[in-house]
């Protein structure tokens, strides 16, 4: 019984996280494309929502994927005390 609440949270957990993922690169994309559009950018590089959370699960690896570096180096010097 707990094995099946365990997964069933944990299925929870992820599918919760990729809408999250997906609403916030939304909402980055956005940003992003109106500052480039501001100084004559024609062309941004769009990230996968879903590969930054499956990346997610290596230490910081979303982050280094979405080019947020100084998260990902905190992740990865804080993990070990956590």
């Known amino acids: 019984m707990k094995r099946t609440f365990f997964i069933l949270a944990m299925v929870f957990c992820m599918t919760a996280n990729l809408a999250f993922a997906d609403a916030y690169a939304d909402r980055r994309l956005e940003s992003k494309y109106r500052k480039a559009?501001?100084?004559?950018?024609?062309?941004?590089?769009?990230?996968?929502?879903?590969?930054?959370?499956?990346?997610?699960?290596l230490l910081g690896g979303g982050s280094f994927y979405t080019g947020q570096t100084w998260l990902g180096v905190a992740d990865l010097v804080t993990w070990p005390f956590l």
Do not use: H, R, W
């Not at 501001?38 to 990230?47: A, H, M, P, T």
């Open 37 to 57: 559009m501001n100084v004559g950018c024609e062309y941004i590089q769009v990230k996968d929502p879903a590969t930054a959370t499956a990346l997610g699960f």
